[in-house]
């Protein structure tokens, strides 16, 4: 693909260094539909990467904008913090109909704030204030968001540097298959818990994801959730599952943790929830544990009313019947799945393994640097995929669920190509 050099000036030197995404695609998108973007020239981008998991649905889901566009229309309330109004009745109608229902799920809803790290930060306030302890236990190479109480449970040394302060009441726990299977499960873990010299304050609540998405693809098996499971019982801890990427349908059921067969006391969810990209995050609890007082937590942006309308509609359309979707989902992962295992074959003596579930998936790289060059490269060759891991060395793949397998194919024909040009 030939890209002219578009005009990043007003870029450049009004906004501020800390933009990251615009580094690795530097062209200035314009319009986008489906799994499709196109910056101001006209150039075409397959996309790989869903607003970082915010786009499950795909760009301007011709569904989801029409009910958006209808409710704009009619003037419906647009902002109204956690006021009751029509749009915010028909998204919890939906979400337990739908979604909480048919799982047996119990949770109430909580609307915190419009973005992950808000249902995060107010997922560790609530177990806090319930257990009356400070402590949140954690997990290697986590990432819970950017604010300071979600930085404070999450691994990643560079994004942890930018506190400025000490992260304090956090205590990190080897993840699932951390040590390469040379110890039991929580063997560690259980026996901080039991020795009174360990120093481990009793915590609160243990805080996991399923995979860990920006730690580099770590899937967690159903086993060792489990077992998580069980320790967080037994201990009188709260098991919070963050599933704010990878929940609503990214790895198949509508919540990641549905395969292993527990029920979470907290479970953030966000990015996805309102279908359409629009900022929307969820704090879902058991009921013994909504302790709150009114006002207690709240936020001037809590009630997106536009992200209710969409978020109801997605619910509507994709997940009535949820084991369509799950199937689908499913199957596209299979063709992920056979196409990298051909790449790794392809590239043996660079390539240390790809892992995923779902439609998240990873491809780990033994040179460090190798990943970065690759999505380079399949940025010049029209695919947008990031990398994650502690060090960038994982090329992720994050396609909108609703991407068709030929898209798909197109997708991974490039993704290899890349490889082998950076080889």
């Given at each position: 693909m030939t890209i002219t050099q578009p005009d990043l000036s007003v870029f450049e030197t009004l906004e501020s260094e800390v933009r990251s995404y615009c580094r690795g695609w530097p062209t200035v998108f314009d319009r986008a539909q489906g799994s499709?973007?196109?910056?101001?020239?006209?150039?075409?981008?397959?996309?790989?990467?869903?607003?970082?998991?915010?786009?499950?649905?795909?760009?301007?889901?011709?569904?989801?904008?029409?009910?958006?566009?209808?409710?704009?229309?009619?003037?419906?309330?647009?902002?109204?913090?956690?006021?009751?109004?029509?749009a915010k009745r028909a998204f919890l109608e939906s979400f337990q109909n739908i979604?909480?229902?048919?799982?047996?799920?119990?949770?109430?809803?909580?609307?915190?704030?419009?973005?992950?790290?808000?249902?995060?930060?107010?997922?560790?306030?609530?177990?806090?204030?319930?257990?009356?302890?400070?402590?949140?236990?954690?997990?290697?190479?986590?990432?819970?968001?950017?604010?300071?109480?979600?930085?404070?449970?999450?691994?990643?040394?560079?994004?942890?540097?930018?506190?400025?302060?000490?992260?304090?009441?956090?205590?990190?726990?080897?993840?699932?298959?951390?040590?390469?299977?040379?110890?039991?499960?929580?063997?560690?873990?259980?026996?901080?818990?039991?020795?009174?010299?360990?120093?481990?304050?009793?915590?609160?609540a243990v805080i996991v994801e399923t995979v860990q998405g920006e730690g580099g693809i770590n899937v967690a098996r159903t086993e060792w959730l489990r077992k998580l499971a069980d320790v967080c019982e037994r201990w009188d801890m709260l098991l919070i599952v963050d599933d704010i990427q990878m929940g609503c349908g990214r790895t198949g059921a509508f919540f990641s943790f549905e395969e292993a067969g527990i029920t979470p006391d907290i479970v953030t969810v966000s990015k996805s929830i309102s279908g359409y990209g629009m900022p929307m995050s969820l704090c879902l609890f058991k009921p013994e544990l909504d302790v709150w007082e009114p006002g207690e937590h709240n936020g001037t942006f809590r009630g997106n009313n536009p992200a209710f309308v969409t978020a109801a509609a997605a619910l509507e359309t994709y997940w009535t019947d949820g084991s369509a979707m799950e199937k689908q989902t499913r199957a596209r992962g299979e063709q992920v799945e056979q196409a990298l295992s051909a790449i790794v074959d392809e590239n043996r003596a660079e390539i240390k393994e790809f892992r995923g579930r779902g439609l998240v998936w990873g491809i780990e790289f033994l040179d460090k640097d190798r990943a970065s060059a690759v999505a380079k490269r399949a940025f010049e060759l029209g695919l947008l995929i990031e990398t994650s891991g502690p060090e960038g060395e994982v090329v992720k793949l994050l396609p909108a669920l609703t991407i068709t397998p030929d898209e798909l194919d197109e997708g991974l024909r490039t993704l290899a190509r890349a490889v082998r040009e950076t080889a």
């Open positions: 499709r973007m196109f910056d101001e020239d006209g150039h075409e981008y397959l996309d790989f990467f869903a607003g970082a998991g915010s786009l499950n649905y795909g760009h301007n889901n011709p569904v989801l904008k029409r009910a958006l566009i209808d409710y704009l229309e009619r003037d419906g309330v647009v902002h109204g913090l956690d006021m009751s109004t029509t979604i909480l229902r048919p799982r047996d799920l119990p949770y109430k809803v909580m609307f915190p704030g419009p973005t992950g790290t808000n249902a995060v930060e107010s997922a560790l306030k609530l177990a806090r204030k319930v257990k009356g302890r400070e402590s949140i236990v954690s997990f290697t190479n986590a990432f819970h968001g950017m604010s300071l109480g979600s930085l404070a449970v999450t691994g990643n040394a560079f994004k942890r540097a930018g506190a400025g302060i000490p992260l304090v009441h956090g205590t990190p726990m080897p993840f699932d298959n951390y040590l390469d299977g040379q110890t039991p499960d929580f063997i560690w873990f259980e026996r901080l818990l039991e020795d009174q010299g360990s120093g481990l304050n009793q915590p609160a």
